[in-house]
């Protein structure tokens, strides 16, 4: 499984070894659940939810134009942060990943400065002096060990590592805390909700209790299977875990996602087809009876 950002039925291009012809592979794209990225924070006596970040602070904070953490701005929203002179430092993913994808595009919207200078991507240039480590792991592990750090994971190692997370304000103004609901909120206040759009992405959404970088996580699998065994089994499991799915889903940090959604991604995998063109024979019916 791959975490990327919004897609629906997605050409992928890589240059052949034998001559550097450029060859196409079709492939279908469809989310697997909602979750959200989250700020986490090491600063000594700062809990979980006590320090509060908006979308322009956090931009102008990983941009390096806030680098103290009683900087004005701050301390605006955290008045217990003016005594503190610590320097921030700034964790950030070295690998491409769809966590940097849904964070960046979260800072470009609410930054205009951060959408010219960096943008929105699985990778960026991060100003000199970021801290760069592979995957969530890499900063979670980073941020335990460096006072004064920051840094954005998944919220299911929020959970895991049990770490002092930042409140964010959204869209509707209201400071909100990431959890289940908040993604849920995000969701219910797109067009996932209502038109089974999924390439819409759900970073700040309008919504009283919205978090502002929602996100889904997404699968790849090919149009064409060259191993219609094995891909058939694939997409019998996803399908099982769309309809069994959903209380395990919703009682951790993901949400499950809407009837709409899984039917549009059900129809999408059915046109699935081995090399000769001819549809993988395979049904919900059969699945459903796996089911019991």
């Known amino acids: 499984m791959l975490w990327i950002p919004a897609c629906a039925g997605t050409t992928v291009r890589r240059i052949s070894r034998s001559g550097g012809v450029p060859l196409s592979y079709q492939l279908v794209c469809f989310p697997s659940a909602i979750s959200g990225v989250v700020p986490v924070v090491n600063l000594a006596g700062v809990r979980a939810g006590e320090l509060q970040l ?17 900087d004005p701005a701050l301390v605006a929203l955290n008045p217990s942060l003016g005594g503190r002179k610590t320097p921030i ?12 994808y849904n964070f960046t595009d979260y800072l470009s919207k609410l930054s205009p400065a951060w959408k ?7 990778t960026v240039a991060w100003p000199a002096d970021t ?13 335990k060990h460096t006072e004064g750090a920051i840094g954005y994971v998944d919220y299911n190692y929020v959970l895991q590592d049990k770490l002092a997370y930042a409140r964010m304000r959204n869209r509707d103004g209201r400071v909100v805390a990431p959890d289940a609901e ?16 999924f390439e819409e992405m759900l970073t700040d959404r309008p919504g009283a209790k919205s978090w502002p970088i929602t996100m889904g996580t997404f699968v790849i699998v090919p149009q064409v299977a060259n191993n219609p065994a094995q891909t058939l089994a694939a997409l019998k499991f996803f399908t099982w875990a769309f309809v069994n799915g959903e209380r395990i889903a919703d009682g951790g940090s993901f949400v499950h996602l809407p009837d709409s959604v899984q039917a549009r991604i059900y129809a999408d995998l059915t046109r699935i087809t081995d090399r000769s063109g001819q549809p993988l024979q395979w049904s919900l019916t059969e699945v459903l ?3 019991h």
Request: no cysteine.
């Open 182 to 197: 908040g993604f849920a909120a995000a969701l219910n206040n797109s067009a996932w909700k209502s038109q089974a759009r």
């Open 116 to 122: 010219q200078s960096y943008g929105t991507n699985f």
């Open 131 to 143: 801290v760069l480590l592979k995957g969530s792991s890499g900063i979670v592990t980073g941020l």
């Open 89 to 100: 430092v700034t964790l950030a993913r070295s690998d491409g990943s769809g966590t940097t």
């Open 54 to 70: 908006t979308g322009e602070l956090l931009a102008d904070i990983f941009a390096h134009r806030i680098t103290r953490w009683n």
């Open 289 to 291: 009876q796996l089911s």
